[in-house]
């Protein structure tokens, strides 16, 4: 199922959707699955699972914490299909957020192929743009996948036209220019970018949802950016309720919090 | 030389997009396109300015004292069973070849009206270059350096505080040079309009190889005309040694044309490619995606980048250069390991037959000289990069030789 569904629902109920970030693995194989089921449980419209990589040049200190703890625990590219199966079964749509490295030596379209049998909607990819990513389009064209790229604050309207021509389920909007983790203001440029993105979308006639994300972590944010945007996508705050718990059920119960906060909000933003 | 012949590809490659082949691009976030188109277009027309390659000559002949010299290495020689001449990149300003590259790269960041640099490095070589290069423009200058890093190389994390930088220890991962990479491309997709990243080798996405190919260029350029003038031909072989590969693809480039002149890389060892601890990326690795590039990587089954192992903080790196590569599969040059131990071995007989500290980097190339030079013969002439000076590697030379005074061997 494309993300795009859960967009529309949402955008039909007069809200924005909800997107949240977690790492496969983090903070356990099962512990992961069972934080994205609670997120799906108490509000999340979208689920991105993380495939926990050695070097996330875009994620700040909290993902690349989570991420290193995953890796530590012996996680695997498998069991981020395991992962991915796992959720999509709540009936969501899972995207698999990933560096591209994992994927181009897995072989693309092995992997494409192997993420749709998961049940997998697509692939957000933070270091591939479409320039690079020819083998890409056409596996995700074969398995019918979404593939979810990046417009920044500094992209020209060239280029936000090129990217949103080759999305497929939303575009996501990068509110800030730096990495992730969640930050007390978000940039005033970020409404200015998914006004313009919406214009480029709106000339080619196209309905594609914009979701804008890093750097949101509040109800308050998240109804802000509800006020603009299609979707508000969330990561490092989620993880730090994980991390900050002392065992997993105390971390599940403040995700669980974070997402009726977070689901709140989107509600009030419009 | 003049810049025109520094500055200008031999070949036709990379293409307008940054591939050699299948390698090159441009994997990188799109916060940072604009940035990547904004230094492509820049130093394209820096190229064609000839202000901008007058200034560059000019610091370049004036400030970090080229043209370097090309030295007979007659004693050293006689162990290669070869003539052997060594290009002496450590006798620039800062003590390497590094420098050639920052020059060019500080007076771009200059041009773009960018005030501030960001750099990684590993051996200190690199950030000691920049912090130069910032404090000669009146630019500010922050340098990433894996926390490993920093405790073998505490000479130049003092020398880059001494010059002004700010040295920022990085703790993740294997806390390396791959780790250095990462955190300054955080920093520089959270700083890009005053911020400009001064990559230290031939990696990272396109402009960066072919720009810093043709920074460094001019060591092959110079190596080829004073080879020519001194022995009245072409060397038979060139070797250098490869981490990210800068010294090398500097040198090798003005002789991919030169049919009859062999091309050798010499990549970290450590000890020894089958033991898995090691940096030999072209000998051990596989086709991957790292840091902006598609070049060959050291990685799992996964898909996880590996961690290395070289006592030569230079060469700690799982990937390299993507011309590299490209020259690797079309066998145009040739790449082989060096361990730690021939390394250590040909830095001794370099210091004791020809009175030269070499930087434990070079002293891989130098081993490799050594073993070419058998293969070829006494009639042979082997040119070898000798990308920088050893200061920096004394504390490691002298407690692995048990040099250091009773008790301060750790």
Same mark, same amino acid.
């Given at each position: 199922?494309?993300?795009?569904?859960?967009?529309?629902?949402?955008?039909?109920?007069?809200?924005?959707?909800?997107?949240?970030?977690?790492?496969?693995?983090?903070?356990?194989?099962?512990?992961?699955?069972?934080?994205?089921?609670?997120?799906?449980?108490?509000?999340?419209?979208?689920?991105?699972?993380?495939?926990?990589?050695?070097d996330?040049?875009?994620?700040?200190?909290?993902?690349?914490?989570? +991420?290193?703890?995953?890796? +530590?625990?012996?996680?695997?590219?498998?069991?981020?299909?395991?992962?991915?199966?796992?959720?999509?079964?709540?009936?969501?749509?899972?995207?698999?957020?990933?560096y591209w490295?994992? +994927?181009?030596?897995?072989?693309?379209?092995?992997?494409?192929?192997?993420?749709?049998?998961?049940?997998?909607?697509?692939l957000?990819?933070?270091?591939?743009?479409?320039?690079?990513?020819?083998?890409w389009?056409?596996?995700?064209?074969?398995?019918?996948?979404?593939?979810?790229?990046?417009?920044a604050?500094?992209?020209?309207?060239?280029? $936000?036209?090129?990217?949103?021509?080759?999305?497929?389920?939303?575009?996501?909007?990068?509110?800030?220019?730096?990495?992730?983790?969640?930050?007390?203001?978000?940039?005033?440029?970020?409404?200015?970018?998914?006004?313009?993105?919406?214009?480029?979308?709106d000339?080619?006639?196209?309905?594609?949802?914009?979701?804008?994300?890093?750097?949101?972590?509040?109800?308050?944010?998240?109804?802000?950016?509800?006020?603009?945007?299609?979707?508000?996508? +969330?990561?490092?705050?989620? $993880?730090?309720?994980?991390?900050?718990?002392?065992?997993?059920?105390?971390?599940?119960?403040?995700?669980?919090?974070?997402?009726?906060?977070?689901?709140?909000?989107?509600?009030?933003?419009? | 030389?003049?810049?025109?012949?520094?500055?200008?590809?031999?070949?036709?490659l /990379?293409?307008?997009?940054?591939?050699?082949?299948?390698?090159?691009?441009?994997?990188?976030p799109e916060?940072?396109?604009?940035?990547?188109?904004?230094?492509?277009?820049?130093?394209?027309?820096?190229?064609?300015?000839?202000?901008?390659?007058?200034?560059l000559?000019?610091?370049?002949?004036? =400030?970090?004292?080229?043209?370097?010299?090309?030295?007979?290495?007659?004693?050293f020689?006689?162990?290669?069973?070869?003539?052997?001449?060594?290009?002496?990149?450590?006798?620039?300003?800062?003590?390497?070849?590094k420098?050639?590259?920052?020059?060019?790269?500080?007076?771009?960041?200059?041009?773009?009206?960018?005030?501030?640099v960001?750099?990684?490095?590993?051996?200190?070589?690199?950030?000691?270059?920049?912090?130069?290069?910032?404090?000669?423009?009146?630019?500010?200058?922050?340098?990433?350096?894996?926390?490993?890093?920093?405790?073998?190389?505490?000479?130049?994390?003092?020398?880059?505080?001494?010059?002004?930088?700010?040295?920022?220890?990085?703790?993740?991962?294997?806390?390396?040079?791959?780790?250095?990479?990462?955190?300054?491309?955080?920093?520089?997709?959270?700083?890009?309009?005053?911020t400009?990243?001064?990559?230290?080798?031939?990696?990272?996405?396109? /402009?960066f190889p072919?720009?810093?190919?043709?920074?460094?260029?001019?060591?092959g350029?110079?190596?080829?005309?004073?080879?020519?003038?001194?022995?009245?031909?072409?060397?038979?072989?060139?070797?250098?040694?490869?981490?990210?590969?800068?010294?090398?693809?500097?040198?090798?480039?003005?002789?991919?044309?030169?049919?009859?002149?062999?091309?050798?890389?010499?990549?970290?060892?450590?000890?020894?490619?089958?033991?898995?601890?090691?940096?030999?990326?072209?000998?051990?690795?596989?086709?991957?995606?790292?840091?902006?590039?598609?070049? =060959?990587?050291?990685?799992d089954?996964?898909?996880?980048?590996?961690?290395?192992?070289?006592?030569?903080?230079?060469?700690?790196?799982?990937?390299?250069g993507?011309?590299?590569?490209?020259?690797?599969?079309?066998?145009?040059?040739?790449?082989r390991?060096?361990?730690?131990?021939?390394?250590?071995?040909?830095?001794?007989?370099?210091?004791?037959?020809?009175?030269?500290?070499?930087?434990?980097?070079?002293?891989?190339?130098?081993?490799?000289?050594?073993?070419?030079?058998?293969?070829?013969? /006494?009639?042979?002439?082997?040119v070898?990069?000798?990308?920088?000076?050893?200061?920096?590697?004394?504390?490691?030379?002298?407690?692995?030789?048990?040099?250091?005074?009773?008790?301060?061997?750790?």
């Amino acid at each position: 199922m494309s993300a795009q569904t859960a967009y529309d629902k949402a955008k039909a109920d007069g809200r924005a959707a909800l997107v949240g970030y977690l790492p496969a693995g983090f903070p356990s194989y099962e512990g992961a699955v069972q934080a994205a089921k609670t997120m799906v449980d108490a509000g999340c419209d979208v689920i991105e699972i993380g495939l926990p990589y050695t070097d996330p040049m875009m994620d700040g200190p909290t993902i690349q914490d989570a +991420v290193h703890r995953a890796l +530590v625990g012996g996680v695997r590219v498998a069991d981020v299909f395991r992962t991915v199966e796992a959720v999509a079964a709540t009936g969501v749509p899972v995207l698999v957020m990933t560096y591209w490295n994992p +994927v181009d030596h897995y072989g693309v379209d092995r992997f494409a192929r192997d993420l749709a049998s998961a049940g997998g909607s697509g692939l957000i990819t933070p270091d591939l743009t479409p320039e690079e990513g020819g083998p890409w389009l056409e596996a995700s064209d074969a398995h019918g996948l979404d593939r979810v790229f990046l417009v920044a604050l500094s992209s020209t309207d060239e280029r $936000i036209e090129a990217i949103t021509r080759a999305c497929r389920g939303f575009v996501y909007a990068a509110s800030l220019m730096g990495v992730t983790g969640a930050r007390s203001a978000l940039d005033t440029g970020a409404p200015r970018l998914v006004e313009r993105t919406r214009a480029v979308l709106d000339k080619a006639g196209s309905a594609l949802p914009v979701g804008l994300g890093l750097g949101v972590g509040t109800g308050a944010q998240a109804a802000e950016v509800a006020g603009f945007a299609d979707g508000v996508i +969330v990561g490092s705050a989620f $993880i730090r309720r994980l991390l900050d718990a002392p065992d997993l059920a105390a971390g599940l119960a403040g995700v669980r919090a974070l997402t009726e906060e977070l689901a709140a909000g989107v509600r009030h933003g419009r | 030389m003049t810049m025109d012949t520094a500055a200008r590809g031999a070949g036709p490659l /990379p293409d307008a997009t940054g591939h050699f082949g299948r390698f090159g691009g441009r994997f990188a976030p799109e916060a940072l396109m604009a940035a990547l188109d904004e230094l492509a277009r820049e130093f394209e027309t820096a190229k064609n300015d000839p202000a901008f390659t007058a200034e560059l000559e000019d610091l370049l002949a004036n =400030y970090a004292g080229r043209p370097s010299l090309l030295t007979e290495a007659a004693r050293f020689s006689e162990h290669a069973g070869a003539r052997v001449l060594l290009k002496r990149e450590d006798l620039n300003h800062t003590g390497s070849h590094k420098i050639n590259n920052v020059l060019g790269q500080a007076l771009l960041t200059r041009r773009m009206g960018k005030t501030r640099v960001i750099a990684e490095t590993g051996a200190g070589q690199h950030g000691v270059a920049t912090a130069t290069a910032a404090a000669l423009l009146g630019l500010t200058c922050t340098v990433y350096m894996g926390e490993v890093d920093t405790e073998r190389q505490a000479l130049n994390v003092a020398r880059m505080r001494m010059l002004g930088a700010e040295v920022i220890p990085v703790r993740t991962g294997s806390r390396t040079l791959k780790d250095a990479c990462n955190e300054a491309f955080r920093d520089w997709v959270a700083s890009v309009d005053d911020t400009h990243y001064c990559i230290g080798s031939v990696m990272g996405p396109h /402009p960066f190889p072919v720009m810093v190919r043709d920074f460094q260029r001019v060591i092959g350029v110079e190596a080829r005309r004073q080879c020519v003038e001194m022995t009245g031909a072409l060397p038979d072989a060139v070797v250098a040694c490869v981490g990210g590969g800068s010294n090398a693809i500097g040198t090798f480039h003005a002789f991919v044309g030169d049919e009859s002149v062999r091309l050798i890389g010499f990549e970290a060892g450590g000890d020894g490619v089958a033991t898995g601890r090691h940096a030999a990326t072209l000998v051990g690795g596989s086709l991957g995606v790292i840091h902006g590039m598609r070049t =060959y990587l050291l990685q799992d089954d996964d898909g996880q980048t590996l961690e290395t192992h070289s006592i030569s903080a230079g060469l700690d790196y799982p990937g390299v250069g993507p011309e590299h590569s490209w020259l690797h599969d079309t066998g145009r040059a040739e790449y082989r390991e060096i361990t730690d131990a021939e390394a250590m071995e040909a830095f001794a007989l370099l210091c004791r037959t020809e009175g030269i500290i070499p930087a434990i980097e070079s002293a891989h190339a130098l081993a490799g000289a050594l073993k070419v030079g058998k293969e070829l013969g /006494p009639d042979a002439t082997i040119v070898v990069c000798l990308s920088g000076r050893g200061d920096k590697d004394m504390h490691t030379a002298a407690t692995f030789f048990g040099l250091m005074p009773e008790g301060e061997n750790a």
